[in-house]
């Protein structure tokens, strides 16, 4: 998920704060940071269902990549926490 994120909001020329503020400007919810895309990208967190319906409609990626990122995610998380 989080080499998708920053793959597709650099090819865009857009900073952290540039994807944050063109989120808050679709979705109308502010609770979204540079912040909080920083830790998308590097991999702490991973966007929910809400927050992946925006990125698809900002980043003009298809919610389905987007989900499939989001499991790829959580499930190389469960690996990694049950191995170590």
């Keep these: ?5 920053a793959e597709r909001r650099t090819a865009r020329g857009w900073s952290q704060d540039d994807l944050a503020a063109r989120l808050h400007a679709m979705s109308g919810n502010d609770s979204v940071t540079r912040e909080e895309i920083s830790r998308w990208e590097r991999g702490k967190r991973i966007p929910g269902p809400y927050w992946r319906s925006w990125l698809s409609r900002v980043l003009e990626t298809p919610c389905a990549e987007l989900e499939l990122a989001a499991a790829v995610t959580r499930r190389q998380r469960r690996l990694a926490e049950s191995t170590g």
């Design 1 to 5: 998920m989080c080499e998708l994120l």
